[in-house]
């Protein structure tokens, strides 16, 4: 009997601690800096977006492209002190497009007009950044 009750007790422990780390842990790969984790995932979406198609990274780099756009998302979109910038605005914009895109068109190539309307947002959001919009 008094076996019986250490080993429930114990089981009860770990399993507490193990819940409490995994609920600790962060599952996203941003740092929580705004204008770093912005051209963290500005980077990662240009490499995604310039891999040729008979590459074998090219899964994977779209991906984690995903990843970070909802990683992105789920930790700005609700800042109210970043949410009025010129940045983050003009990043959503591209975020949403292409975003789009991947959910709409999971099979085919980014067209070529889509690449370049992302790449000149990409260039007014690190513009913004650099101002501190």
């Given at each position: 009997m008094l076996m019986k009750r250490y080993w429930s007790r114990l089981l009860a422990v770990?399993?507490?601690?193990?819940?409490?780390?995994?609920?600790?842990?962060?599952?996203?790969?941003l740092s929580g800096d705004y204008r770093q984790d912005t051209l963290t995932v500005v980077s990662t979406l240009r490499k995604a977006l310039e891999v040729s198609e008979s590459s074998p990274d090219k899964a994977e780099l779209q991906a984690d492209a995903r990843q970070?756009?909802?990683?992105?998302?789920?930790?700005?979109?609700?800042?109210?002190?970043?949410?009025?910038?010129?940045?983050?605005?003009?990043?959503?914009?591209?975020?949403?497009?292409?975003?789009?895109?991947?959910?709409?068109?999971?099979?085919?190539?980014?067209?070529?007009?889509?690449?370049?309307?992302?790449?000149?947002?990409?260039?007014?959001?690190?513009?913004?950044?650099k101002r501190g919009a």
């Open positions: 770990v399993l507490v601690l193990a819940i409490g780390l995994i609920g600790c842990s962060s599952p996203d790969s970070k756009i909802n990683d992105f998302s789920a930790r700005y979109q609700r800042a109210g002190s970043i949410s009025g910038l010129s940045s983050f605005t003009t990043m959503r914009t591209a975020l949403n497009s292409l975003a789009g895109h991947y959910s709409s068109y999971p099979n085919r190539p980014v067209p070529e007009k889509l690449k370049t309307r992302l790449e000149q947002e990409f260039q007014q959001v690190e513009s913004a950044l």
